[in-house]
């Protein structure tokens, strides 16, 4: 993830992400107070990935952080499935998914499922990515 979520989980009454190794992609110095478990990696993508595949995880990896880290993980073919969530709330404007000049990236539907309070999740594989040593996002 990247510094900003990181710092928003400092700021919540409880840790968001207890007992999770956290790989966090930050040219910038975190702040103080920041759990034992969370691992400056690297100012890059391409240093990110190569910390995390050689920490040889056994499980997917999550990655959150906004559309310049998504589609920096997208150019590395690093990310064979995307989770989305729709939230219901009308902002007006907004950050676009993708920045301008974006590759179009083919999905394939894998899940669906709608909360109570109306948010929706939706699951996708990359339809023309993913492998070995790719990360969830």
Known sequence: MGRVPVEAGLQASTWPWPGKQ???LTSQPLPE????DVVVADATPV????KLRAADLRRDAFLLGGQRTLHAF????AIDRLELLVLPVILGEGVPFCPPGSERVALELDDC????DGTLRTTYRLA????EGSVRA
Not at 33 to 36: K, L
């Open 74 to 77: 997208l150019e590395l073919r």
């Open 47 to 50: 240093g990110l990935l190569e």
């Open 33 to 36: 107070g920041i759990p034992a």
């Open 128 to 131: 023309d990515r993913g492998g």
């Open 113 to 116: 499922h709608a909360f109570e």
């Open 22 to 24: 956290i790989y966090v």
